[in-house]
């Protein structure tokens, strides 16, 4: 476990310049480049690292190259494996797409590297630690903060990150003079038909996929990706439509009638039993936009998914997450003053972002077209070669701006 830098008495007792919540991907990231610019930055997180998370686990190339510029010390090198090959299963039809630059890791062994990254930069650290309300007051914010065995508790920054993922439900108030108000703003628009996400890890010794390799099974009710993962362990994702579980009777169900749907993942060749073993976690609403910036002030700003998300078919999510970070410090760094941020931040995001979240929109709809998507797939396995040179296009290349 990575333990606490700070104890809960002391980080209240500090005026921090920034509070990042959420030490996933987005979160991580954004304290390791804002400490880096010499400000006091303080990381929470509700869960105690190293923790599971629901995700395919698979690093786009331009994941990887998020993580290349983020210049991690050498101990501190989450250990990837390099993914070479795609299996999509659909309707019946399977085929193999040779793919470069990406890669595989554990999100335990991911986001302790960011975090045991972040920690060796300065970054002071509370796991365990559920920020529940903050309060946006002219000078700065008052977070309100919750551990297991503490009373409630309360942190004062400058400037708030929310890096909490899609299960952001922290309450935000506006203090004028006197007393805090809800905050006005437009709440998470989450988009219609949107699908969910379960997730699940299965032992080493389970099924017959090689280490390299993802397996995509596309069915009526959504899709489910397995990939060997750098310990041995199988990690299953899938998205899936909310209906959809309680219709099959459990998780478990739902993946292994998805799996039999599309004809078997004779890749995977995992048994129902271990399915039927597996511990699932679920999401909320995977595809939503909501506000960067919470509050009147301009002093709590959102990034990775609590900011947007599009489902997972491309695989893009800690990529994104990844680089919202590096934008978060770049724009901290160019920046005058606040209100030069306040103005920057939402238009470099709209910059880096925008287009790739509507590739991924148009990426989704296609597959939520059987015939269409089973005629590509036939396509790829007729032609694997010119599969291979279309990935690019559909998740988006090797960079975000
Ligand atoms: C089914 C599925 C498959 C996916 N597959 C892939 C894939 O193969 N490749 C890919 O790149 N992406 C994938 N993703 C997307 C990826 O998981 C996310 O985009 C990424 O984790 C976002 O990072 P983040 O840092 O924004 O949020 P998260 O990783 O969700 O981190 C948020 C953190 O905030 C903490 N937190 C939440 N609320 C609070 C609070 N109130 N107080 C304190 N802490 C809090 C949580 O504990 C968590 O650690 C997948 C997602 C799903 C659902």
Not at 297 to 325: C, H, K, N
Request: proline share 5%; net charge positive; aromatic share 4%.
């Amino acid at each position: 476990m990575i333990a606490a830098t700070v104890a809960l008495a002391e980080a209240g007792e500090t005026e921090w310049d920034v509070l990042v919540i959420g030490a996933g991907p987005a979160g991580a990231a954004a304290a390791l480049r804002i400490v880096r610019l010499g400000l006091r930055v303080l990381l929470v997180d509700r869960g105690r690292f190293p923790r599971p998370k629901v995700c395919g686990c698979c690093l786009s190339p331009a994941a990887v190259g998020e993580l290349a510029a983020l210049a991690l010390p050498a101990e501190c090198l989450p250990p990837a494996v390099p993914l070479h090959a795609v299996w999509i299963a659909s309707r019946g039809r399977e085929a193999r797409i040779d793919t470069s630059g990406g890669s595989t890791v554990s999100r335990e062994a991911l986001d302790s590297s960011l975090v045991q990254a972040a920690i060796r930069a300065g970054v002071a650290w509370m796991p365990a630690t559920t920020v529940t309300e903050i309060v946006d007051c002219r000078s700065g914010t008052v977070a309100t903060v919750r551990q297991a065995t503490a009373a409630a508790a309360r942190l004062r920054a400058g400037f708030v990150v929310i890096a909490a993922g899609l299960a952001d439900a922290i309450r935000i108030r506006s203090s004028g003079e006197g007393q805090a108000r809800t905050a006005a703003g437009r709440p998470r628009r989450v988009a219609s038909g949107s699908l969910i996400g379960l997730g699940a890890t299965l032992p080493a010794a389970v099924g017959s996929l090689p280490e390299g390799e993802l397996v995509m099974a596309v069915g009526r009710s959504g899709y489910a990706g397995i990939v060997r993962l750098e310990d041995g362990r199988l990690d299953l994702a899938a998205a899936v439509e909310p209906g959809a579980v309680s219709a099959a009777g459990s998780p478990a169900a739902l993946i292994d009638a998805l799996v039999s749907d599309v004809g078997g993942m004779a890749r995977a060749s995992v048994p129902s039993d271990a399915l039927a073993a597996a511990a699932f976690r679920a999401t909320p609403a995977l595809t939503h936009t909501t506000p960067l910036t919470a509050g009147d002030s301009g002093q709590i700003i959102r990034i990775g998914d609590a900011a947007a998300y599009v489902e997972p078919f491309t695989g893009e999510g800690m990529g994104w997450a990844l680089a919202s970070g590096r934008v978060l410090g770049e724009t901290f760094a160019a920046s005058a003053s606040r209100a030069d941020f306040q103005t920057r931040f939402p238009v470099v995001h709209a910059r880096v972002f925008a287009a790739h979240h509507a590739r991924c929109r148009r990426v989704a709809a296609a597959v939520r077209r059987p015939w269409l998507f089973a005629s590509a797939v036939q396509a790829a396995r007729l032609a694997p070669a010119v599969a291979a040179r279309a990935v690019p296009w559909v998740i988006g290349g090797g960079r975000l701006a």
